[in-house]
């Protein structure tokens, strides 16, 4: 998906809502065990209950693969009936993927032409060779680790050079000129307050794909505050648990949309 098409989503919907599919046959309501394809009856659910807030879908491939065979086949369908029913939905496989060569290669060729996502998650560590595959193509995105918002981020991210920049920041800097705001989003953890409005700065034009809002701690309104870029959204919110698992019931469906329009009423003010 091109970045103005993303963009007039966005517009239309006045949301930047991304609906984190981690689908985990240990969570989902009891009752969907029973059906042939349970990963797919869920996410199925979900979407049509969702779709009317959501501008975007975030299936954490982890958990497809953990099923075996049989996950990658709900997968698949789940990217299908998204593609049939509600065509203008930006897709994103988080993937987390991050090798070079043919094999980054191989990686691309299955998300994006395989199950046909827009854009898959990676971690830069290898280098531009490990990200390249994935810029190549038109209306394609890697969406780049930044700065995440797990507490492990301090480790490594945050190490500072005797330049005084973070790692996080050379990182970003580097990965920036490898691609093109059309082409290249970060991952940049909501957990990250204080260093929101700065990187913010530093890529003023770059989509940021935001994580850790409402289960990890984050604050919707201090994190649109910091990075919403007005009249184009310029960042995706994810909510996985918040949303998805906000009822065990029959009435999970039910409790998801309701979950995503209170978040989709708190970005409105947005725009």
Known sequence: MERTNLIKIIQKKRSVL?????????????????????MFAFNKSIIDATEPYAVAYKPNIAFYEAEGESGWKSL?????????????VFLIADAKRG????????????????????AVTLSPYMGHDSISPFVKNAGKWAIVLGLTSNKGAQDIQMLESDQG????QKVMKSVASWGSPESIMFVVGATNEAQLAGIRDSFPEHFFLIPGVGAQGGDLNTVLKNTFIRNEGGVLINSSRGIIYASSGRDFAGAAAENAKEMVEDMTKFF
């Open 99 to 118: 090798d070079i060569g043919n094999t980054a290669e191989r990686y691309a060729h299955t998300f994006f032409n395989l199950y046909d996502f827009d």
């Open 76 to 88: 698949k369908k789940t990217v299908n009936y998204i593609r049939d029913n509600y065509p203008d």
């Open 165 to 168: 920049d973070k790692v996080y």
């Open 18 to 38: 991304c609906v984190g599919l981690d689908t985990d046959l240990t969570k989902i309501p009891k009752h969907l065990l029973a059906d042939d394809d349970p």
